[in-house]
């Protein structure tokens, strides 16, 4: 069967035309998509380095903050007359808000400690016992005295620094608190150096947090902390997130998850009422559970997994040998953050081209028209011509 002159060049052109702005839209988009990917991986590599050198920073920052007090007058230190400690130490809380508590804990079982109750981000650290309109707590602890018990007193100021008129100190005449069975005090004293704790559950604040520690030198048997809130950290993350769908991750060399975007996920309540922290694999987190399970976490590495029919590329960083923390990262971003642009353009692109070629095809319609006239007219003589037909030639 043999199509019209003018069909055949119609369709050849449109087949050629759409044949080649296909291969040029695919060789294209395979082209950037490698690029963006590539981009991607930088992405969350730089996520991971960025998260860790936040934290150092943090800690680093703890280091000097007690550093710092350590190095002031023996004078100072006086659980007697705490004042001018107390003074200091909120001082310290006040330029970092990072910072929950800074204190001094006394080889007789003596304790001063300031509280900062306004988180970085302006929110309230609610913390029982202590009222809700107070920014900043005082808390001084005795030692024990003949069988009188170790006796405890609160006072509570707001965000000028005003003690609180319509509250009256609080005072225990039993204090349950001891600083030196405290891992803090203990490994403080028996290293005579800085010592960065593992994450625990702060006993006041029921949220996870880890304790920089170190000894006073003008007096070695006195061991000053500050106490670092996880949440914090998990704010942290959250603003290096890679893309919209991304997550950073900090975790400890056992998996338990130091740091997350969502830090109320990475801990759960038992039914004891404890609060407890959660490993990568426990997590209400699909993706930061894949990325763990994929990972090879012995070394830097990279791996891809495909979840909820999203794909993802994540990363993981294990400590420098000169950090502080001994800590690991993990970062996590959804391909499409970076690819979906990339495919709104192609389809912007394709509709564009495609309505190029609608026109394309009737302008080449009315061309054909004028090429294949004038070669049909020829065509019908030359079959008159071979039929002997000449009367109509």
């Keep these: 069967m043999k199509l019209p002159l003018k069909i055949t060049v119609i369709s050849a052109f449109a087949i050629f ?7 040029i839209a695919v060789l294209n988009y395979i082209g950037n998509r490698n690029a963006i990917l590539d981009n991607a991986r930088a992405s969350i590599s730089q996520a991971a380095h960025a998260a860790e050198l936040g934290v150092n920073q943090l800690i680093e920052r703890s280091v000097r903050s007690i550093d710092t007090v350590a190095h002031l007058p023996h004078s100072i230190f006086d659980w007697q007359t705490p004042e001018p400690l107390m003074i200091t130490l909120s001082t310290g809380l006040r330029s970092y808000p990072q910072y929950y508590g800074m204190f001094v804990g006394f080889p007789n079982g003596a304790f001063v400690q300031a509280i900062s109750l306004i988180a970085p981000d302006g929110s309230h650290r609610k913390v029982a016992g202590i009222p809700t309109e107070a920014a900043l707590a005082w808390r001084v602890i005795g030692p024990m005295v003949g069988k009188d018990g170790r006796h405890e007193k609160w006072w509570y100021f707001d965000e000028k620094g005003d003690e609180l008129s319509d509250v009256s100190p609080r005072t225990l005449a039993h204090s349950s608190y001891d600083p030196r069975p405290r891992s803090w005090f203990r490994e403080s004293q028996r290293t005579q150096s800085t010592v960065i704790s593992d994450v625990y559950i702060f006993a006041s604040l029921k949220k996870p947090g ?38 950073v991750a900090v975790l400890d ?16 309540q038992s039914q004891l009422g404890s609060v407890e922290m959660l490993l990568a694999s426990e997590i209400d987190d699909h993706l930061l559970r894949q990325a763990y399970d994929m990972l090879d976490l012995s070394a830097s590495s990279e791996a891809t997994f495909t979840s909820n029919n999203q794909d993802y590329v994540s990363f993981f960083k294990p400590p420098s040998t000169n950090n502080l923390a001994t800590w690991n990262i993990i970062s996590v971003a959804a391909v499409s953050d970076y690819t979906g642009d990339l495919m ?50």
């Design 17 to 23: 035309t759409a044949a080649t702005i296909a291969v």
């Design 210 to 247: 880890i304790t920089v520690s170190k000894t006073v030198y003008h007096k070695p048997a006195l061991s000053i902390g500050v106490d670092l809130s996880l949440d914090d950290l998990g704010r942290l993350v959250k603003k290096l997130s890679p893309g919209e769908n991304g997550i």
């Design 253 to 268: 060399r056992d998996g338990l998850v130091i740091a997350h975007p969502e830090p109320e996920i990475a801990v759960r």
């Design 344 to 393: 709104a353009t192609l389809q912007r692109s394709l509709l564009l081209a495609g309505g190029v070629l609608i026109f394309a095809v009737g302008g080449v319609a009315i061309m054909a028209g004028w090429i294949t006239g004038p070669i049909m007219r020829l065509r019908v003589m030359s079959d008159q011509i071979t039929q002997l037909n000449l009367s109509e030639v």
